[in-house]
């Protein structure tokens, strides 16, 4: 590699070598500071905040970065800076705003304050994963982006160590994860033994010759689907979930509900449009390369996802479990509009996913306001809560009314283009199935506000105040899901410019 | 004819034979004449002390991966070490930039106080004492006994 080719990967890198920056600045920080630590979460929102500005500058410029292979005509990279990466990123950064935002007032991460530099520290280290992971298009990087992921997750599952849940949920995410990355790198190992290369495009390229065995890259495919399934919370990759969500500390648990299933999203769209699709036709459906039937599996998965998730979340007496459940049943409608493999079914998925991120993080601070204060976060404790804390009740309803995706908030905006996208693919049997599973999922979604509501309070319900800054917060995640449910325009034509992936 | 793992195969089978047939003729072959002091565990040239089965400092652990770490960086400036001159400015950064975060790695141990190395009065806990004692004490004062001797080794 010369020096001129290295030069211009690291300038499309720029967001991600600025995340390091800052990544080495917090744990210097971190090291002088001895005591009052109350600077470093700033820190940490400025640092995302800088990345965020660069990665919308260059937003419409694509190229690879780290030419590593290449046929006769083209030369592709590791890397590929693209505009499905670059909406990917965004996501992810400016969720991770949040979730510092939301740590700074969690009564959770005040108590741990004198390690709070780690704590941030191993956030950055998450977020360096995903912004690679979401561009990488070289089998190796993708195991080492998600490798970064994991790891620095598994930690923060467990990194207060007030209760013995938080250890458990680490233990937890940490063996299911392990044994799924193994199973994903033998997978990897496969296609490798396959085809010769572990890059995506030239993947494609050997998919189509004639000499592929069909039965042991049936095996190969189903094995990396076992990693990334792990990241989406489909099922059956989905054990950890219910545990680790209600184990680990509200706030990371609201980032993994959001931002590690976005990278394992765009992980997927990748992996899939990149080395599965022959071409795209003009009416905007994919055309697979017919060694393996994608969207069987998906449809599969998003079916038993999407059911499993929605009737054990009936069960569930604690939010932030049936919210953990929740969650994976909105992976399963995500699956769906992937499995109608379009460029509709992209967009949907990228419209489910900005809608997706503002209602699950605002019902996830809720829980997380109300159990700082009650220490409790069983729905019979929500008792008359409506009446003795208006302005987190009503939130709360918009939020979880957005989440059923009943109009005119922004969940319903987003399961209509996704079960446009669906009717479009002509999958009706599933649609039907889908739009049930709503319905199941509102029993579930109202019966919280049945007891904040209809329930008198008890003797032992706490009247909750928010602080001011907790509500400003919160306003900044509720008035977003009740505009886009009534102008949603802007959205829209923001991601439908955002779905070109390079080199497709 | 054999595969490409039909020969790895055929290596595997010689590697297993060849270490067994290797034991076997050693064992025909030698002297057998065992002692007290041949039969002990080798500890560093030391007299062993105590039983085996203790709980090992976890600073052992850290000392570990610091030393992994550097060990690892070595291997990784000696390609640069030979090329570095062909790059000129943008090179030699590149390698100072990676000593750099190195660096800050080594100091951020040293601040935490993962090199700090306190040593209490060594307590040696011999197995067959231990169990002696927490069978002869109630159940509270066993937890006090355990987490003692977990803070003086």
């Known amino acids: 590699m010369d020096l001129t080719s290295l030069n211009n990967s690291l300038r499309l890198i720029t967001p991600e070598i600025i995340l390091s920056i800052f990544l080495v600045i917090v744990v210097v920080v971190d090291l002088i500071l001895k005591s009052n630590k109350k600077v470093i979460p700033y820190l940490a929102v400025l640092g995302f905040a800088v990345t965020g500005i660069v990665v919308i500058s260059s937003l419409d410029s694509s190229g690879f970065a780290f030419i590593t292979a290449s046929t006769s005509s083209k030369q592709f990279g590791m890397f590929a800076h693209d505009p499905l990466g670059g909406f990917f990123k965004l996501l992810i950064l400016s969720v991770s705003i949040f979730i510092v935002l939301f740590t700074i007032t969690s009564s959770e991460i005040k108590q741990i304050h004198l390690r709070s530099g780690e704590f941030y520290a191993l956030m950055y280290g998450m977020v360096l994963g995903m912004m690679v992971l979401v561009s990488a298009v070289d089998l190796i990087l993708i195991y080492v982006a998600l490798e970064l992921l994991s790891l620095s997750s598994y930690v923060l599952a467990g990194f207060t160590k007030l209760r013995d849940r938080n250890s458990e949920a680490a233990l937890k995410y940490m063996i299911y994860g392990v044994v799924s990355s193994g199973l994903m790198l033998f997978g990897i190992s496969i296609v490798y033994g396959l085809t010769g290369t572990t890059n995506l495009y030239l993947i494609n390229s050997l998919l189509q010759g004639p000499q592929i065995n069909i039965l042991t890259l049936l095996f190969a495919v189903l094995l990396i689907m076992a990693g990334v399934g792990f990241k989406i919370s489909a099922v059956p990759f989905h054990f950890w979930t219910p545990d680790v969500y209600e184990g680990a500390p509200i706030t990371i648990t609201a980032y993994l509900s959001v931002a590690s299933k976005a990278a394992g999203f765009a992980l997927l769209i990748r992996v899939i449009q990149i080395g599965f699709v022959s071409f795209v036709g003009s009416d905007g459906f994919w055309n697979l390369i017919p060694v393996f039937d994608w969207k069987a599996l998906l449809v599969l998965l998003s079916v038993l996802t999407m059911t499993l998730g929605n009737l054990s979340a009936l069960w569930q007496n604690n939010l932030k479990r049936m919210l953990a459940y929740s969650s994976i049943a909105h992976a399963g409608y995500l699956i769906l509009a992937l499995a109608t493999l379009s460029t509709q079914g992209v967009v949907a998925v990228l419209i489910y996913f900005i809608f997706y991120a503002l209602m699950n993080l605002g019902a996830f601070y809720i829980v997380m306001i109300i159990a700082d204060r009650t220490g409790s976060e069983d729905i019979d404790d929500y008792d008359g809560l409506g009446y003795t804390s208006s302005f987190l009740g009503v939130s709360l309803i918009i939020l979880l009314v957005s989440l059923v995706g009943l109009p005119p908030t922004a969940g319903f905006i987003g399961k209509l283009y996704l079960f446009i996208a669906v009717l479009d693919a002509e999958m009706y049997v599933v649609a039907v199935i889908a739009v049930l599973n709503t319905v199941v999922s509102l029993y579930y979604y109202l019966r919280v506000l049945k007891h904040m509501y209809l329930t008198k309070a008890s003797d032992s319900t706490q009247s909750v105040r928010a602080s001011g800054g907790e509500k400003i917060i919160l306003l900044l995640l509720v008035v977003p899901t009740l505009l886009f449910g009534i102008y949603f325009q802007p959205i829209v034509d923001f991601t439908k410019s955002c779905i070109t992936v390079l080199g497709v | ?153």
């Open chain 2, 1 to 153: 004819m054999l595969t490409e793992f039909g020969k790895i195969f055929v290596f595997i089978l010689l590697a297993v034979a060849f270490v067994g047939i290797a034991i076997f003729a050693a064992k025909l072959i030698r002297p057998h004449r065992p002692t007290q002091e041949k039969l002990t565990t080798y500890e560093c040239g030391e007299n062993p002390e105590g039983t085996p089965w203790v709980q090992f400092n976890i600073r052992f652990y850290v000392v570990a991966l610091i030393f992994l770490i550097f060990d690892v960086e070595v291997v990784l400036l000696f390609p640069w070490a030979l090329t570095y001159q062909d790059y000129g400015l943008y090179g030699f950064l590149a390698g100072i930039i990676f000593l750099v975060v190195l660096g800050i790695g080594m100091a951020y141990e040293w601040q935490k106080g993962d090199l700090e190395w306190a040593r209490p009065k060594p307590n040696i806990p011999y197995l067959s004492n231990l169990i002696k004692k927490n069978t002869d004490q109630t159940s509270e004062n066993i937890i006090v006994e355990q987490t003692e001797t977990n803070q003086t080794t």
